[in-house]
T-cell receptor, first 113, second 116 residues
Framework: GDSVTQMEGPVTLSEEAFLTINCTYT??????LFWYVQYPGEGLQLLLKATKADDKGSNKGFEATYRKETTSFHLEKGSVQVSDSAVYFC????????????FGAGTRLFVKA | DAGVIQSPRHEVTEMGQEVTLRCKPISGHDYLFWYRQTMMRGLELLIY????????DSGMPEDRFSAKMPNASFSTLKIQPSEPRDSAVYFCASRRQGARGTGELFFGEGSRLTVL
């Protein structure tokens, strides 16, 4: 079935370090891919998205490229800040049928000053 | 514009009691989703609606769980009777019809349920 697998956390980094959170997916057809972020006590909010192969989504210094050949959508940021501490979810949304969104397990990121 | 509104934010109840969680989606959004989040299982899709009609309830864990959407601006998720293993954060999310699979989900702040 359709699924999303992302690296387990927690990930702990020092401020200004480089961040990579790996995400791979399995899906029938051609899904849209997303990264959502969840800050403590809040709901999820969209960070970035890509709707077709080779698209790059970017926002707030984060970016991810839709790689169809490796079925991946890894999240990267060149220099993290303490305020980036949160849980990050990779997700796919099917473009057929009910268009439901399937989430990965989430990766918790801690950034130390 | 108001976002997705959920109530209550926190609910503590005893095993066997009925629990009702409420959601008001963003106006104009035609899809509504109920998710459950736990440490063990992460974020699980329970059920979703399109134009107030339930489309897929395969994620609803048991018959104790039921969901309704009587109109475009209101949905409920009911658990009767509740059990300690139902303790979780329940999220409601909505999305525009025209966005199809490319559109983002807008989440509420969640309802944290604790069943003693």
């Amino acid at each position: 079935g359709d699924s999303v697998t992302q690296m387990e956390g927690p990930v702990t980094l020092s401020e200004e370090a480089f961040l990579t959170i790996n995400c791979t997916y399995t899906a029938t057809g051609y899904p849209s891919l997303f990264w959502y972020v969840q800050y403590p006590g809040e709901g999820l909010q969209l960070l970035l998205k890509a709707t077709k192969a080779d698209d790059k989504g970017s926002n707030k210094g984060f970016e991810a490229t839709y790689r169809k050949e490796t079925t991946s959508f890894h999240l990267e940021k060149g220099s993290v800040q303490v305020s980036d501490s949160a849980v990050y979810f990779c997700a796919l949304s099917l473009n057929t049928g009910g268009f439901k969104t399937i989430f990965g397990a989430g990766t918790r990121l801690f950034v130390k000053a | 514009d108001a976002g997705v509104i959920q109530s209550p934010r926190h609910e503590v109840t005893e095993m066997g009691q009925e629990v009702t969680l409420r959601c008001k989606p963003i106006s104009g959004h035609d899809y509504l989703f109920w998710y459950r989040q736990t440490m063990m299982r992460g974020l699980e899709l329970l059920i979703y609606f399109n134009n107030n009609v339930p489309i897929d309830d395969s994620g609803m864990p048991e018959d104790r769980f039921s969901a309704k959407m009587p109109n475009a601006s209101f949905s409920t998720l009911k658990i009767q009777p509740s059990e300690p293993r139902d303790s979780a954060v329940y999220f409601c999310a909505s999305r525009r019809q025209g966005a199809r699979g490319t559109g983002e989900l807008f989440f509420g702040e969640g309802s944290r349920l604790t069943v003693l």
